[in-house]
Structure formats: C-alpha cells, structure tokens
C-alpha cells in the first residue's frame, strides 16, 4: 500500500512567521504534488514536482515555495504567513494512473 | 481554466438505499479519479477510469469523456459510507487534477 506521511497533522502560526510543511513517500514515485483544500471547495493545486530537484507552480502558487530535496520529500513552505493561507493541506504522490494522498495537515495562521 | 462541476452538493440516504453523484467537465478531460474523505480527513482512492465503468463492491463509476461527465454511483449505503465524495479530472498526462467541490454524503438509520 503507497504511503504518504505528512508532518505536522496541525499546527497554529502567526502572521507573518515562516511555516514549512513536510510530506514524506515511499513509494518512490516521481511526482508529488501539494494541494490545499477550504470547506466547501475541492483541493486545488499549489505547487507539484517530477523528481528531485524540479518544482513547477500550480494553480494557485501564490505565497508558496516548494522544495524536493529527494525523491522521498516535498517540502511547502509559506515565508510569510497570512491569515487567508489558514487551510487544510494534502500532500500526494503518484503514477500517471492515481495519487495517494496524505492525512492532511490543517494550519491556522492567526 | 478547466472546471469540474459537482453535483448535488449535499445527499442525505437512508441505509439500504442508492443513488448517484455526477460531475461534469467544461473540456475533454483524458481520466477522472473519485475520492473519499472519511472522518478522519484522509483521502481514500476509489476509482480510477479512463474511459467506460468500473464496480467495486456497492460502489460503481461510469466516464464518457466525449460526453464530459463522469458519475458514481452508490448502492444500498450503510452509515460508514458517510463522507465527503470529490471527483477530480486530468485534462493531460501529468497527474495535475481538477477537483470538484465535493459531496457531502450522509447516510441515516
């Protein structure tokens, strides 16, 4: 079974504090991809990667860096937090054929 | 951009019970990928299709891409079927999905 561990499950920043978010895979999959998902909406794309060392913008990359150090991690990372990044985030990896998400990691910036 | 719109937004079933969700794309998309998330707020993959139906359990999906929709259908649920139910679409091969917003599915004694 592909697994996809993102870490913190939660966390509370401040406005204007740095936030880096990690997600882990063995599944030794190429892409990875971030997504962030609000109530009542569908998850949209952040931020994706076709291997180590390539980040590519999403649909909505704006306030977001990424970094994939290895094949293994992706990395999110909000430089300056604001209140409208308060969301629930979902890491996944995958084939061209499915993605496994994350647990999610839901963060409040207050 | 490309849109993928969901419907209902919200379903209330009685155990034993069925019905179907349906997503419509505004583009030919290529795949279309259904998931759920469950109380804990994991994603669970139910189907991938690139074209026809699939069947899994009470669970059952259709994708006509020339048409642009897809559906899911639900037969005789039971209270753990509970959840939120998202479609999503690739338009290329890439892996980057279009998600739906989602249907909140709850299912009663």
């Known amino acids: 079974e592909a697994a996809v561990t993102q870490s913190p499950r939660n966390k509370v920043a401040v406005t204007g504090g740095k936030v880096t978010l990690s997600c882990n895979q063995t599944?030794?999959?190429?892409?990875m991809y971030w997504y962030r998902q609000d109530t009542g909406h569908g998850l949209r794309l952040i931020h994706y990667s076709y291997g180590a060392g390539s980040t590519e913008k999403g649909d909505i990359p704006d306030g977001y860096k990424a970094s994939r150090p290895s094949q293994e991690n992706f990395s999110l990372i909000l430089e300056l937090a604001t209140p409208s990044q308060t969301s629930v985030y979902f890491c996944a990896s995958g084939t061209g054929d499915t993605l496994y998400f994350g647990a999610g990691t839901r963060l409040s910036v207050l | 951009g490309d849109q993928v719109e969901q419907s209902p937004s919200a379903l209330s079933l009685h155990e034993g019970t069925g019905s179907a969700l349906r997503c419509n794309f505004t583009?030919?998309?290529?795949?279309v990928q259904w998931f759920r998330k469950n109380s804990r707020g994991s994603l669970i993959n139910l189907f991938y299709l690139a074209s026809g139906t699939k069947e899994n359990g009470r669970l059952k999906s259709a994708f006509d891409s020339k048409e642009r929709y897809s559906t899911l259908h639900i037969r005789d649920a039971q209270l753990e079927d509970s959840g939120t139910y998202f479609c999503?679409?690739?338009?290329?091969?890439?892996?980057?999905?279009?998600f739906g917003d989602g249907t909140v599915l709850t299912v009663k004694p």
């Open positions: 599944n030794n999959h190429n892409n």
């Open positions: 583009t030919t998309m290529r795949a």
């Open positions: 999503a679409a690739e338009r290329t091969n890439t892996g980057k999905l279009t």
